[in-house]
């Protein structure tokens, strides 16, 4: 048996070469990504389906590629839940590292343990000790 005319990125008018270059583009793409694992290995798999007619004179075929990427790392944080002054539970992020705590943003302002504003002025208040 000898294979005639079967060049990769001819075959379907160039549809699987086009394939081919959309998936590798991902996978550029994904191996460029700083918040995936540079390590890990990302592959593309060409996939040629082969069936013949009862004649066994004419082979159909469907041709696909697929590609397999890292994926993005995991952002880990923590929440604290409570309860509202109307007895609702509340969840938020819990942005100072310790509940109840206060903490500086980096603008250098005084934030509570979820990030927000705190209702005193801690600057007055500072200030108030030295006068």
Avoid: C, W
Avoid at 9 to 23: D, N, P
Avoid at 27 to 32: G, I, K, S
Avoid at 46 to 61: G, P, Q, S, V
Avoid at 88 to 115: A, C, M, P, T, W
């Amino acid at each position: 048996m000898k294979l005639q005319n079967l060049n990769l990125s001819e075959i379907a008018s160039g549809a699987l070469q086009e394939h081919f270059e959309r998936e590798a583009e991902r996978v550029v793409e994904n191996l460029m990504d700083i918040n995936t694992d540079p390590k890990k290995k990302r592959k593309i798999t060409l996939t040629l389906d082969l069936t013949i007619d009862d004649n066994r004179e004419i082979i159909f075929a469907d041709a696909s590629a697929k590609s397999t990427l890292v994926p993005v790392d995991g952002t880990g944080f923590n929440m604290m839940s409570g309860v509202d002054e109307n007895g609702e539970r509340i969840v938020s992020e819990l942005k100072s590292g310790i509940k109840g705590q206060s903490y500086f943003d980096e603008n250098g302002e005084v934030r509570n343990d979820d990030g927000s504003k705190p209702k005193h002025n801690l600057k007055n208040n500072v200030e108030s000790l030295y006068k």
